[in-house]
Each structure stands twice: as C-alpha cells, then as structure tokens.
C-alpha cells in the first residue's frame, strides 16, 4: 500500500518534507501542457486518456514489453489502452512510472491500492465516475496541485490566442506563461529551415533576407512574448561545437541555407554559434532567462519516428555537444557584457558535475545563482537521477540556490513530480543532518528547503 513517509527514509527528511516542503506552491517553469487544452478546461474522458494521451514515458514502456503500437498510440479507445498499460505497471519495479502512478492514483483519486490486471477494470470505473462527479478539468487539476505558475512552450511564429485568451480570463486561478523557443530558427542543418523561414516573416510582418533580418525577426517575436508576461526562453540543442564566427561569415552562411543548400559541418557550426550568440544577446537585453537543454539524440529510431512522428518516444541521450563548447559561448557573452541569466541541462548523467562545474564559473556579483545547473531532466528525473544530482553536485555547486524541479510534461497529473523532488531533497538534507554533516539548526534548514521547492524560482523568473 501507498506510505506518506515514500522516499523519506529517515526522521529530520520527513519533518522538512512535512513541515515545509509539502505545502509551497508550484512553479512549473518547463512544460509541455497546451495551452489550448488549459483554456478550453474539457472534463477529461477517463484515466486512459489523462494518463496515455500524450505519455511518452508510458509508450515506450509499453512498447519494451512488446504491446502493439494500436494500444499505444493508435486507434485502440483509451480504455483498451489503460487496461494494456495496467497490466504491464506492477513488472515496472524500480522505474519512476510506478512511483509516479502510484502518486497520481493517491494525490487525485485517494486510492493507494497497487493497480494491475486484476483490479484495473474496478479501478477504471471508479476513477471514471470521481473525473465526471468531480468535473476533473486541466485547470482542476492545476488547482489541486497548488500550482501557482505554469511555462508551456511555444515557436516564435505561434500566435499565442490561447494565452492572450488565458490572460484575460478572471475564473483562472493559475498563471499562464509560454516560454520563447526559437529551435527551427537554430537548425540551419535541417529540411525544415528553408520552409520555416517565410512563415517567421509572416510572423514578425517583415521580410527576412538576411541573418541581421533573420535576428531582427526574432527580437521582434520575443518582445511579443514578453507582453504576455514571458521572460523565460527554452533552446534545444542536439548538437554543438563552438565556432568563431564574423558577421560576414554568418550572413554567407545563412544565404546558403536559405537556398537549401548543403552544409559542411564547420558551416553549420558557425551558423548555431553565432545564432545562440545572438539569441542571447536578446535575452539579456529583454530580461528574459535562458535555459540551454543540451544532449538529446533526436529520433534515434528514424523508421518508427517517420511513422508515426517526431517526440513519440524514440529520443535518446548524446554527448557530442562539449562543455567546452557552451563555454565558449558563455565566454563570449560574458567579454561582451551579454551574458543573460542561464540554466543549463545536460542530458547525459555522466556530464552534470562537469556542467556544474562550468556554471559556477560564471557567475558574479549582483545576480543569485546567474547561470546555474537545471533540475535533472527528462531521463534523470526520477529517484535515482534526482539523488544522484544532489550528492554529485552539492561540492561543485550550491544546490541551495537551485530553482527546483519542473514537469516538462505534457500530463496535467504529472505534478506529484514535484512531489517526488520535494522528498528526495528532504531525505537527503535529513542525511546530511542526521550525519552530523550539516549543523546550522532548522531555521537555516527550513530557509534551504523553502527556497529550493519555490522562492529560488520566483525570484530567478522575475516572477
């Protein structure tokens, strides 16, 4: 059965998780949520839909253990797809969808029985009866959570109705902000960059013939965002290396693509180097922070993926992109006095005490924690990943000024994450005391957990 003391393995952890951890509200800072789904607030059809909607999590489990891609994401109803999932659920010991189930099940159903095949049918009709009497909306569920702030993302060419809609909307309790994600604009490498372009022009109402066009058309759609409130940016990068670059280099190399021509790799180089220089320079100058997502291996499984599309479960971790590299770009920024608020997120485990090494390095007097570490992320945001932060990175990096956890989620019952984070953090602070390593008294302690679980946070957005 369900335990209230999950993951708080020792009594100072559970006395900060329930005394102060617990109860601090959200700011969801990273995710995937529509916005259009926020706004519209449709009573949810039933816990296959709220669970296996959008899960990539969930798919590729499910396809691990062999389940056809119909229950999946094809066209089985999503209760056939919950009772594939509930059948598969108790083999996933040691993974984080059990423990992030088993919360889901607990925080809005109050049921803290294990599913599995044999209950999964009760299970489902239960559920499906407290979603209709309860009228389980996204924005229902954002409230149950305590969930203050909510950052979805969004291309510079979106129009962003949703969230001008959302804004104006008296009866929402939670605020609605989109993060600034220029990704098309940066690969330069890639089919799509050629076709993206006019429809960035249509955007911004300007013509682009130019990378100084190109940047300016940008900067035009970032102060839109910024009128909705945003002042976060989101930047994926698959790959990088640091390459110096001129203007007239750049404006060379933009022309080539722009045509559809073939890159050599020093060229694609340049073109992102001088791109994120340059997207940067916009942050700082806007007030807008930007969160580097480094080291995904986009589509790995090219046959699946081109079936059935892009972020349904076939991305990977990579490490070709150096911490040297966005070194250098920090470096670069820092001599011309352009150095935004930063957070980087190394996908790869094995580089986050190196990255946390880097962040430390650059920051300075009269901003907290300027560039820092992320929240483990997608793959490490479970148990293992979360503690495995904490102990590598504490020596290297003062995790007292970490912004917390996110969700990048695209699930409305994904918030328990948070949960999840607010223990592990708590059991290792306990750790630490109970060790005799930490000896400041709980007012400090009370100080460091507050601030991590949401002061940090509002502070560092401005928000």
Aim: proline share 4%; charged share 25%.
């Amino acid at each position: 059965m369900f335990s209230e003391n999950l993951f708080l393995t020792n009594e100072t952890g559970r006395h900060l998780y329930h005394a102060y951890a617990k109860q601090m509200p959200i700011i969801d800072y990273h995710c995937h949520l529509l916005p259009r789904e926020i706004y519209e607030n449709k009573v949810f059809e039933d816990l296959g839909e709220m669970w296996l909607a959008h899960d990539h999590y969930k798919w590729r489990a499910m396809r691990a253990f062999g389940i056809d891609e119909m229950y999946i994401t094809g066209e089985a109803s999503y209760y056939e797809k919950y009772l594939a999932f509930a059948k598969i659920l108790p083999q996933l010991i040691g993974n984080p969808l059990y423990i992030w189930c088993a919360l889901e099940l607990k925080r809005f159903f109050g049921i803290d029985e294990p599913l599995c095949a044999e209950n999964a049918e009760e299970i489902y009709h239960r559920t499906k009866a407290m979603i209709a009497e309860k009228q389980m909306t996204p924005r229902w569920c954002m409230e149950v959570s305590n969930v203050e702030v909510a950052s979805t993302t969004e291309d510079p060419t979106d129009s962003l109705d949703y969230h001008l809609k959302l804004k104006d909307d008296l009866s929402l309790k939670v605020r609605i902000l989109s993060a600034y994600r220029p990704d098309k604009a940066f690969y330069c490498e890639k089919p799509a960059f050629q076709a993206y372009l006019p429809q960035l022009a249509k955007a911004a109402d300007m013509e682009i013939k130019s990378f100084a066009d190109l940047m300016a058309a940008l900067e035009k759609r970032l102060v839109f965002f910024k009128s909705i409130g945003t002042m976060i940016s989101d930047n994926g990068i698959e790959s990088f290396t640091w390459e110096d670059f001129t203007p007239e280099q750049t404006e060379t190399v933009f022309a080539k693509a722009a045509k559809g021509g073939t890159l050599s790799r020093q060229e694609i180089d340049l073109y992102k180097s001088a791109c994120l220089a340059g997207m940067a320079r916009m942050y700082q100058k806007h007030g807008f922070v930007m969160q580097l997502h480094i080291g995904t291996y986009q589509g790995a499984n090219r046959v699946m993926e081109r079936k059935i599309g892009a972020a349904t479960g076939y991305d990977c971790t990579d490490d070709t992109t150096s911490v040297q590299s966005v070194g250098c770009l920090l470096n670069y920024l820092t001599a011309e006095g352009a150095l935004p608020k930063t957070i980087l997120y190394p996908l790869n485990p094995t580089q986050i005490e190196t990255f946390a090494i880097l962040a430390a390095g650059f920051c300075e007097g009269g901003t907290r924690a300027k560039v820092q570490l992320g929240a483990p992320w997608w793959f490490n945001d479970q148990p293992y990943g979360i503690l495995r932060q904490f102990e590598a990175v504490a020596n290297l990096y003062p995790i007292g000024l970490s912004v917390g956890m996110l969700t990048d989620s695209r699930s409305f019952l994904s918030y328990p994450r948070h949960e999840l984070y607010r223990r592990m953090l708590c059991s290792y602070l306990g750790t630490l005391v109970e060790r005799g390593e930490y000896f400041s008294g709980e007012k400090e302690l009370k100080t460091v957990v507050e601030n991590i679980c949401y002061y940090n946070a509002k502070e560092y957005f401005g928000l």
